[in-house]
């Protein structure tokens, strides 16, 4: 029968021999000529050892870099401008921070800019509970249809997130949903021209728009007697925006789609 005691007995003794011998003669032993391989280990002091690897939130590398880009806009006359808008990540509490100088449009520009940091959150899968973005519209804002610039500040905040810079060659106009899907805007003929005029190569716009459809009423009259009768006919009148403005368009239904187009 396996004795226990005698084992421990002749383990102690061992430990206490060894101890002395390291005493007196330091220099004759090495610590590591005292460390049994594993595999040379009696089976019942084999030691087992596992690790434990936590996984922590992504936390983007946030620098210095303002994200820059330039978004296509109707003013009150109905022709198209280009105005400039920015967005800058840096280190914070989680806020987000507007500077509007003219803000005509607030509610509009702030609901897309929320819907903006939540659709950039969910496609980078950073934690931005210690980031602060910082959105400027630089130009006078007014001229800004808050929804139609949805697109552009999602890919800013991406950009400025991911610390990158974007394509100036390319513009893109268009809404934000929390899905990241790109909404219709209205205008995008003169917003094409506006991109056009500054130099742009691409003009995105979303799905459907590249092709635009308007109704021309046409007033028809005729008489009865001394009654006159008149009806309003439509005739339907099809524009390419791409032949009309004489810039590239191309149609995106998401922001993934629009990033390729966007980020170096």
Same mark, same amino acid.
Request: proline share 5%; aromatic share 6%.
């Given at each position: 029968?396996?004795?226990?005691?005698?084992?421990?007995?002749?383990?102690?003794?061992?430990?206490?021999?060894?101890?002395?011998?390291?005493?007196?003669?330091?220099?004759?032993?090495?610590?590591?000529?005292?460390?049994?391989?594993?595999?040379?280990?009696?089976?019942? &002091?084999?030691?087992?050892?596992?690790?434990?690897?936590?996984?922590?939130?992504?936390?983007?590398?946030?620098?210095?870099?303002?994200?820059?880009?330039?978004?296509?806009?109707?003013?009150?006359?109905?022709?198209?401008?280009? &105005?400039?808008?920015?967005?800058?990540?840096?280190?914070?509490?989680?806020?987000?921070?507007?500077?509007?100088?003219?803000?005509?449009?607030?509610?509009?520009?702030?609901?897309?800019?929320?819907?903006?940091?939540?659709?950039?959150?969910?496609?980078?899968?950073?934690?931005?509970?210690?980031?602060?973005?910082?959105?400027?519209?630089?130009?006078?804002?007014?001229?800004?249809?808050?929804?139609?610039?949805?697109?552009?500040?999602?890919?800013?905040?991406?950009?400025?997130?991911?610390?990158?810079?974007?394509?100036?060659?390319?513009?893109?106009?268009?809404?934000?949903?929390?899905?990241?899907?790109?909404?219709?805007?209205?205008?995008?003929?003169?917003?094409?021209?506006?991109?056009?005029?500054?130099?742009?190569?691409?003009?995105?716009?979303?799905?459907?728009?590249?092709?635009?459809?308007?109704?021309?009423?046409?007033?028809?009259?005729?008489?009865?007697?001394?009654?006159?009768?008149?009806?309003?006919?439509?005739?339907?009148?099809?524009?390419?925006?791409?032949?009309?403005?004489?810039?590239?368009?191309?149609?995106?239904?998401?922001?993934?789609?629009?990033?390729?187009?966007?980020?170096?």
């Amino acid at each position: 029968m396996f004795d226990m005691e005698r084992l421990l007995e002749v383990l102690v003794s061992v430990l206490i021999i060894v101890v002395l011998a390291v005493a007196i003669f330091p220099n004759s032993f090495k610590i590591q000529d005292l460390i049994l391989p594993k595999e040379k280990l009696p089976q019942f &002091l084999s030691v087992t050892t596992t690790t434990i690897i936590k996984e922590t939130p992504s936390t983007p590398e946030i620098g210095s870099r303002e994200v820059l880009m330039y978004v296509p806009a109707v003013d009150d006359n109905g022709n198209g401008t280009a &105005l400039e808008i920015s967005v800058q990540a840096r280190p914070g509490e989680g806020r987000v921070l507007t500077d509007i100088n003219n803000l005509f449009f607030w509610v509009d520009t702030q609901n897309s800019i929320r819907v903006a940091e939540r659709v950039a959150q969910n496609i980078t899968k950073a934690d931005i509970s210690k980031i602060d973005l910082i959105y400027n519209v630089k130009t006078n804002a007014s001229a800004i249809e808050g929804p139609s610039a949805g697109a552009a500040l999602t890919i800013a905040t991406i950009a400025a997130l991911e610390d990158k810079d974007v394509n100036h060659d390319v513009m893109i106009t268009g809404t934000i949903n929390p899905d990241g899907t790109i909404g219709p805007v209205g205008g995008i003929d003169a917003k094409a021209q506006a991109a056009k005029d500054i130099g742009v190569k691409t003009f995105l716009v979303p799905a459907g728009q590249s092709i635009q459809r308007t109704y021309k009423p046409t007033q028809v009259c005729e008489t009865n007697g001394f009654i006159q009768y008149c009806t309003t006919e439509y005739t339907a009148k099809v524009v390419n925006i791409t032949k009309v403005s004489g810039i590239e368009v191309k149609e995106v239904t998401n922001i993934q789609e629009a990033l390729k187009y966007f980020l170096k």
